[in-house]
């Protein structure tokens, strides 16, 4: 996936909408909806609604840390063990095993983060 379509796929995750309303005053710029307002990917004029940079941004990232499910559904693992699990397979390479788990997942990148929380909302598509 490119770093638009993570971005793309996380808001969607996080509650934005994609721009349905032939009638949208914004259609001139790429944007999603979110609680009826229109957020844009670049900075654009006189709007400071932005569609946070998942891929770049810890800050966005922590949004849906956040919101990641705690409770185990179903007798699987919850989301949020999932989302370690993910992380712990992209960060800790076998010959270091006993490596401290917890720093090295606090060592993620954004896009790392991003490709986990995908990956845990059965999202994430291989490929670039
Ligand atoms: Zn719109």
Redesign the pocket.
């Known amino acids: 996936m490119t770093n638009d379509e993570i971005r793309i796929a996380v808001a969607i995750e996080c509650g934005f909408q994609g721009?349905t309303?032939s009638h949208?005053d914004?259609?001139k710029a790429q944007?999603l909806?979110k609680n009826g307002k229109?957020f844009f990917f670049e900075l654009f004029t006189l709007s400071n609604r932005r569609v946070p940079n998942y891929p770049l941004s810890l800050d966005a990232c922590a949004e849906f840390e956040k919101a990641l499910n705690p409770t185990p559904i179903d007798n699987e693992y919850s989301e949020i063990d999932q989302y370690a699990d993910w992380l712990i397979s992209m960060l800790v390479p076998p010959e270091f095993s006993n490596y401290n788990i917890a720093w090295l997942c606090a060592t993620a990148t954004p896009l790392q983060r991003c490709e986990a929380f995908l990956r845990v909302k059965g999202k994430w598509k291989e490929g670039a």
């Open positions: 721009c309303d949208c914004d259609r944007h909806h229109s």
